[in-house]
């Protein structure tokens, strides 16, 4: 005779294994599961400057074309301001100063007929391959402020207007190289000030010039650009300086300087 088979039941689990099989099940889906890691995303982390003057500062992404562009301010900010972006290297830029000036594209242009704000920046290509990557914001003085002396007291420097214009009218915020385009500034030395001063964007090439009007007469023209190019002046640096210019009609010279730089040059009047 046969006997009838014996049903064979599971094992009990120990309470051990029990656990240990609760825990596996109670795992949420993560991008640390090895098989499928191409969609996890990386976690950018942008540290801003923590400066009380600064409110707004602008932060794009690229990757070939822009995929994120914001306005924060640094202060909500104070460890860093994170973004998660699907990985692999991202162009960031970010941009401060902003008042008349636009941003299209990775280009900041100034309108025609504006000086140039009182703009900084900063780029980097960050390697966000990763599961996290960190870029710290370091900002770069992108205007160079003239300080411009006709050598005339605040009463007379009232009755003077100044022209000042160029070939370039911006910067591109992936490489810090001027645009090209048109520059046009108009004005005045303010109230009781005998120096008249204006910023002006990266330039191009030595094309800038500058035109005095005296009591809406033509008083004098001069090619600012070539000057500045003679001094040795790198429209190209990171950062820019100021530069510092004085115009003796009388005497027929023109001395130029840098910020922090121990010589200048000086020029004869020869076109005006």
Do not use: N
């Given at each position: ?25 109670l ?12 969609p ?53 830029a ?73 070939g370039s ?16 500034w108009?004005?005045r ?8 001063r ?17 009591d ?5 023209s ?20 100021d530069i ?18 121990e ?10």
């Amino acid at each position: 005779h046969h006997l009838p088979p014996i049903p064979i039941f599971p094992k009990p689990a120990s309470g051990r294994a029990v656990l240990i099989l609760a825990a596996i099940l109670l795992l949420p889906c993560a991008c640390s599961v090895k098989e499928d890691r191409v969609p996890c995303p990386c976690y950018l982390d942008v540290v801003l400057p923590q400066d009380s003057t600064i409110r707004e500062v602008g932060i794009s992404l690229w990757r070939e074309l822009e995929v994120c562009r914001v306005a924060v301010d640094p202060a909500d900010f104070p460890q860093a301001w994170t973004k998660p972006v699907k990985k692999g290297v991202v162009t960031l830029a970010s941009w401060r100063g902003v008042r008349k000036a636009a941003v299209a594209g990775h280009w900041l242009t100034i309108p025609f007929g504006e000086q140039c704000d009182s703009l900084y920046a900063f780029h980097e290509e960050v390697d966000a391959t990763g599961e996290r990557a960190r870029s710290v914001v370091v900002f770069r003085k992108q205007f160079a402020t003239v300080h411009l002396d006709i050598r005339k007291d605040a009463a007379a420097m009232r009755r003077f207007a100044f022209l000042v214009e160029g070939g370039s009218c911006g910067f591109d915020l992936h490489t810090f190289t001027p645009v090209p385009g048109g520059f046009r500034w108009e004005g005045r030395a303010a109230e009781g000030e005998r120096i008249v001063r204006f910023r002006i964007p990266r330039q191009s090439d030595d094309s800038l010039s500058l035109s005095l009007r005296h009591d809406g007469a033509p008083a004098g023209s001069y090619p600012l650009g070539e000057y500045i190019a003679r001094l040795g002046y790198d429209w190209h640096a990171e950062e820019l300086q100021d530069i510092y210019v004085t115009i003796d009609q009388v005497l027929g010279l023109v001395t130029v300087s840098v910020s922090d730089w121990e010589d200048g040059a000086v020029f004869h009047l020869v076109e005006q």
